[in-house]
T-cell receptor, first 108, second 122 residues
């Protein structure tokens, strides 16, 4: 079955840039989406279609995709950005959805 | 305001059955693909199943095929997940999610419910 691979954890100091990667064989042809999930809460969409930012999401969140890797970048990470981040995409058929394993972002 | 409210969670024995419901409001329910996503305790998110606007297409993650059935009632603005032959590994919070676009293919999850916990244990 199709898999998306993320690093388990990323740690930065406040104000630094955090980059979270997501690799998958179908990413050259399928969009990547990014979700933020804080403890005990439902996930929130922070990036869609590789690089688009939903309304209400701070400008410090950006996304990019090249080849088999998508990247979520948080420029000037803040303490409130501490959360689990998941990439999401679909397999080559488009019928199966798949999440990456998640990355715990620590900002301290 | 888009609202998705799940119900039907609880404790069930291995091999048992449960039916989850999701009641939607604040948007035209029949215009969107709908999905179920789950999260086992302390684990990551897992897409479970989705269903097309008119119910004509349904897709499932391999681990639930043949055991779970997704359905919808557009007249009642409701999404369902019938879960049979439940296993301990099905223990999770189950989220109802609405697609981000009114397209004829599934895209992404723009809106989520708060989830309902299913515990499979004897």
């Amino acid at each position: 079955s199709y898999e998306l691979t993320q690093p388990p954890s990323v740690s930065v100091s406040p104000g630094q840039t955090a980059r979270i990667t997501c690799s998958g064989d179908a990413l050259p042809k399928k969009y990547a989406y990014w979700y933020q999930q804080k403890s005990g809460q439902a996930p929130v969409l922070v990036i869609y279609e590789d690089s688009k930012r939903p309304s209400g999401i701070p400008e410090r969140f950006s996304g990019s995709s090249s080849g088999t890797m998508a990247t979520l970048t948080i420029s000037g990470a803040q303490v409130e950005d501490e959360a689990d981040y998941y990439c999401y995409s679909r397999d080559s058929s488009g019928n199966q959805g798949v999440f990456g394993g998640g990355t715990k972002l620590t900002v301290l | 305001e888009v609202q998705l409210v799940e119900s039907g969670g609880g404790l069930v024995q291995p091999g048992g059955s449960l039916r989850l419901s999701c009641t939607a409001s604040g948007f035209t329910f029949s215009s969107y693909w709908m999905s179920w996503v789950r999260q086992a305790p302390g684990k990551g998110l897992e897409w479970v199943a989705n269903i097309k606007q008119d119910g004509s297409e349904k897709y499932y993650v391999d681990s639930v095929k043949g055991r779970f059935t997704i359905s919808r009632d557009n007249a009642k603005n409701s999404l369902y997940l019938q879960m049979n032959s439940l296993r301990a590994e099905d223990t999770a919070v189950y989220y109802c999610a609405r697609d981000g676009q009114q397209w004829l293919v599934p895209t992404y999850f723009q809106h989520w419910g708060q989830g309902t916990l299913i515990t499979v244990s004897s």
